[in-house]
């Protein structure tokens, strides 16, 4: 299973830092996609993370705020949130793709093997 944590309450221009860690199996071969739905919209694609890092992929929204990073030792990836603004607010999750482990073209839209519960990120002065 995925596991998300690192959600919370922000003030609009702070960080987070969010963690997906995987048990009972390795992310090594995996692309691991960002995902997050707000309140009466529809789930959104982040950012995604080939198996060997080597390609990233950002929605627009995001570009230049964050940032996706594994660290396969600790079966683990996180995503880096900078500059948050209140419309980043929404439960993110993480998913995992074996199929297309090693690139993240068209990650917004491939079946993907294992899902997170999601994380709560809430950004509010």
């Known amino acids: 299973q995925l596991v998300e944590s690192g959600g919370g309450l922000v003030q609009p221009g702070g960080s987070l830092r969010l963690s997906c860690a995987a048990s009972?199996?390795?992310?090594?071969?995996?692309?691991i996609g960002w995902f997050r739905q707000a309140p009466g919209k529809e789930r959104e694609g982040v950012a995604c993370?080939?198996?060997?890092?080597?390609?990233?992929n950002y929605a627009d929204s995001v570009l230049g705020r964050f940032f996706i990073s594994r660290d396969n030792a600790k079966n683990t990836v996180h995503l880096e949130m900078t500059s948050l603004k209140p419309e980043d607010t929404a439960i993110y999750y993480c998913?995992?793709?074996?199929?297309?482990?090693?690139?993240?073209?068209?990650?917004?839209?491939?079946?993907?093997?294992?899902w997170g519960q999601g994380t709560q990120v809430t950004v509010s002065s």
């Open positions: 998913a995992a793709d074996a199929i297309s482990h090693s690139y993240c073209s068209g990650y917004r839209s491939r079946p993907y093997d294992y």
């Open positions: 993370i080939s198996s060997s890092g080597s390609s990233t």
């Open positions: 009972g199996f390795t992310l090594d071969y995996f692309a």
